[in-house]
């Protein structure tokens, strides 16, 4: 009996978390090396952000008292101009009843507690000794006013970017303002040491010339590069034959001579004659293979070899890519913390779509927009076919397009579940018309 792809994906993360090492699971990264990292520790602020209160317009800082005690609250209010404050410059101090000049960034002079936009003053300028605020603006410059309080970003010492975050731009931007350089250290999830498996009688590297029958090796780089933006911490890659004396020898040794984590599989596992991996893994691991009822992907196996967790997956390189983000990619995010876990989002389908009878499709689609009425809508196309060898179209796809088992078409206009992935061409709307 099929194993539906939420049971499989559950027994996956079990395994994994047989060979999980709290030890090695994290490490710490200068911020040079810790581009698209993730935090394991929280981050506290060694300052505040802002460091000090500042102008959030180029305008005048004033005291919103000032402007209360002027004169009849229907009346524009004049206040002379006792200097300006520029950016970087130390704080001055505001004499009562009059405005300073300030510009975005500046730090609000002492005394002062809101700044009017130069555009509401008048003159609209910084070339005069007075300005004028009309009532209304007076009456809505209340305390704080266009001020950047200190520490209201985050205050010195307060969480500044929890455990979870993802270091990008923008949190490696944040670190940049809190003071840290290049060499500054952060405590980050590491992921699994991963020995890679491919191969195959037919199976030849890239480069090498093809003869009758052999095909390129296109699941060890499409593993080697998923694993190492999945957060893995090494990949050891190892391309067999279908001897399986030899394939078991080669493997031993690896295990033997490097610490790994996790051993993947790609091929070998279904129900040919030269099921090199089932073969030699039913008599030396303890494993469980099986189906899956999913397309592509449908053959599984998963277990422990010498007490290193084992994931087999299927040998078309667009089913190996697809089990990688239906079960590897949440298993690393719920088990070893070093990447984002995988995020479903709807959309609707541009064009029907025939389910198959007892096995939920993944299918590869392009994420689109179309107007329906004045909103706008995420849509999405299927590029391609179902089939699993189809890997020039699994390249053009930016999302998995989850459709449900069933001997019916999904019309267009159907919402369906979506999970984004790394990949896709630019203007692939475009281009297809």
């Known amino acids: 009996m099929s194993r539906s792809i939420e049971h499989h994906a559950s027994a996956v993360r079990a395994t994994l978390e047989l060979g999980y090492d709290a030890a090695a699971a994290t490490v710490e990264l200068p911020l040079a090396r810790a581009r698209g990292a993730i935090l394991a520790r929280d981050l506290r602020a060694p300052i505040p952000l802002p460091p000090f209160t500042n102008s959030q317009m180029d305008g005048y800082a004033v005291c919103a008292a ?23 410059s130390a704080p001055s101090v505001l004499a009562p009843a009059t405005a300073v000049a300030v510009m975005t960034g500046a730090a609000l002079p002492r005394g002062a507690d809101a700044v009017i936009p130069v555009e509401r ?23 704080g006013t266009f001020v950047r309080a200190e520490g209201s970003d985050v205050a010195r010492g307060a969480v ?36 890679v498996i491919t ?52 493997l031993r040794e690896c295990v033997e001579s490097s610490a790994v984590h996790l051993i993947v599989t790609s091929g070998g596992i279904s129900a040919g004659a030269f099921e090199v991996v089932r073969v030699s893994l039913e008599r030396a691991a303890h494993m469980w293979f099986g189906h899956v009822a999913m397309q592509p992907g449908g053959p ?26 239906a079960f590897l990619r949440p298993a690393f995010a719920r088990v070893w913390g070093c990447c984002a876990p995988p995020l479903w989002a709807s959309a609707v389908l541009t064009e029907p779509v025939r389910g198959l009878p007892g096995r939920t499709q993944l299918r590869r689609g392009v994420l689109q927009t179309t107007a329906e009425g004045t909103a706008e809508e995420p849509a999405v196309r299927c590029v391609g076919g179902a089939s699993s060898h189809l890997l020039m179209s699994a390249a053009r796809a930016n999302v998995l397009v989850r459709i449900p088992a069933g001997d019916h078409e999904l019309p267009a206009g159907t919402r369906v579940h979506i999970l984004p992935v790394h990949g896709g061409t630019i203007g692939q709307e475009a281009a297809s018309e």
């Open 300 to 325: 599984q196996g998963c277990g422990q070899y010498r007490g290193v967790p084992v994931i087999c997956l299927p040998g078309n390189p667009v089913s190996t890519w697809v089990s990688c983000e």
């Open 160 to 195: 500044a970017l929890p455990a979870g975050t993802v270091l990008g731009p923008a949190a490696l931007g944040a670190c940049a303002a809190l003071g840290m350089d290049d060499t500054a250290t952060v405590t980050v999830q590491r992921g699994p040491s991963v020995l």
């Open 66 to 88: 000032d402007l209360r005690s002027a004169g009849p609250a229907e009346s524009a209010i004049t206040l002379p101009v006792s200097g300006i404050q520029a950016a970087g």
């Open 121 to 143: 003053v008048t003159p609209p300028s910084f070339d005069t000794d007075r300005i004028v605020i009309s009532a209304a603006v007076a009456a809505g410059s209340l305390p």
């Open 199 to 250: 191969g195959g009688d037919e199976v030849l590297g890239p480069g090498e010339p093809l003869k009758p029958g052999a095909i390129h090796d296109a699941n060890g780089p499409l593993l080697t590069s998923w694993l190492g933006d999945a957060g893995a911490s090494s990949v050891t890659t190892l391309s067999v034959t279908d001897d399986p004396d030899e394939f078991s020898r080669r």
